[in-house]
């Protein structure tokens, strides 16, 4: 009969120590990317919300201005959910203190009224930063369109 040698097990056990550093580097939490679908999501589901419903049609008597509406300091909010925040939020124009959108998901800066007075002509960008890297989140006026580039 005929057995293994040990220099033939010592390969094997070098070969799954290389696939498993490998795997285990592979598995560990992309914070970066997780923050920004997690922000992206958030943004979306106010559009979306907004999307349908008209606030001037306040002589129903159902008004409801936060729909369509999110502070910016909720970006990063976990309230509610299991998941820990990890990266640092910077918004351009840095003078938008809520974001909301209209019934037909265009952006409008600080009004729950959604007039076209308030309607957003630059483009919004969130920048997300962890461990010196960056993430973007760009949303388009007139479209309501939102990006993410990683």
């Given at each position: 009969m005929r057995a293994f040698t040990l220099i033939e097990l010592l390969f094997v056990i070098v070969i799954i120590a290389?696939?498993?550093?490998?795997?285990?580097?592979?598995?560990?939490?992309?914070?970066?990317?997780?923050?920004?679908?997690?922000?992206l999501m958030k943004l979306k589901d106010v559009k979306y919300r907004a999307i349908g419903y008209s606030k001037q049609l306040s002589d129903l008597g159902d008004l409801n201005s936060s729909i369509g509406c999110i502070e910016i300091s909720e970006l990063n909010?976990?309230?509610?959910?299991?998941?820990?925040?990890?990266?640092?939020?910077?918004?351009?124009p840095s003078d938008i203190n809520t974001l909301c959108f209209d019934r037909?998901?265009?952006?409008?800066k600080d009004d729950n009224e959604s007039s076209l007075s308030s309607l957003l002509h630059k483009n919004i960008i969130i920048i997300l930063n962890y461990n010196d890297k960056n993430s973007t989140?760009?949303?388009?006026?007139?479209s309501g369109y939102i990006e993410a580039k990683y």
């Amino acid at each position: 009969m005929r057995a293994f040698t040990l220099i033939e097990l010592l390969f094997v056990i070098v070969i799954i120590a290389i696939l498993s550093a490998v795997g285990a580097y592979e598995m560990r939490p992309n914070y970066l990317r997780n923050d920004t679908d997690f922000v992206l999501m958030k943004l979306k589901d106010v559009k979306y919300r907004a999307i349908g419903y008209s606030k001037q049609l306040s002589d129903l008597g159902d008004l409801n201005s936060s729909i369509g509406c999110i502070e910016i300091s909720e970006l990063n909010s976990t309230e509610g959910t299991n998941y820990k925040f990890h990266s640092d939020i910077n918004i351009l124009p840095s003078d938008i203190n809520t974001l909301c959108f209209d019934r037909y998901g265009r952006p409008h800066k600080d009004d729950n009224e959604s007039s076209l007075s308030s309607l957003l002509h630059k483009n919004i960008i969130i920048i997300l930063n962890y461990n010196d890297k960056n993430s973007t989140i760009t949303i388009y006026p007139f479209s309501g369109y939102i990006e993410a580039k990683y």
